[in-house]
């Protein structure tokens, strides 16, 4: 018996995809709505001495050690204006959860897979190495953002 959701079906043979969406500076970006945990205001950070530049702190999300990492510095942008308190993007992770420090969050977008294409080769080099590819929506890129690359701290510090 169907209900009319396509939860039951793989995500290959589905004509559209979910994205939860946030900004960061200009950059519009998507993730795959199955990944995000939660969305929450700033939340208090504990400094991690000698951490990479990317990690803000760590805060603790009921008990949940998450790690918070800033995508104004992993996207090589300047710092948020004086006052400006970044939004917290929980991803889900089999590691554990990372949260994603944003400028904005945006709405839940359905987005037929149709408009889909690789990353443009004029993006940002910082930008490009954690993009897995783009949506033309009607007015604006959508940038999906890689998710597994971007929680990889490991490779970012080798680079």
Do not use: C, W
């Not at 939340?43 to 603790?60: D, K, Y």
């Not at 942008?77 to 994603?100: C, F, H, K, T, Y």
């Not at 590819?133 to 701290?153: F, H, I, P, Q």
Request: charged share 25%.
């Amino acid at each position: 018996m169907s209900n009319g959701n396509t939860a039951s079906i793989g995500p290959e043979t589905q004509a559209a995809s979910q994205f939860s969406t946030f900004f960061v500076g200009n950059l519009f970006f998507g993730v795959d709505v199955l990944r995000v945990q939660e969305v929450l205001l700033f939340q208090h950070m504990t400094r991690v001495p000698l951490a990479p530049q990317v990690i803000e702190g760590l805060i603790n999300l009921r008990g949940q050690i998450v790690t918070a990492i800033d995508m104004r510095r992993m996207l090589k942008l300047p710092d948020r204006a004086e006052g400006q308190s970044p939004m917290n993007m929980v991803i889900g992770s089999e590691d554990g959860a990372v949260s994603l420090l944003v400028d904005e969050i945006g709405d839940v977008l359905d987005v037929d897979r149709a408009l889909y294409e690789r990353p443009p080769e004029s993006l940002d080099p910082a930008a490009r190495q954690l993009i897995r590819g783009v949506y033309k929506l009607k007015d604006r890129l959508m940038l999906v953002l890689d998710v597994e690359k971007a929680m990889d701290l490991e490779e970012r510090n080798a680079a």
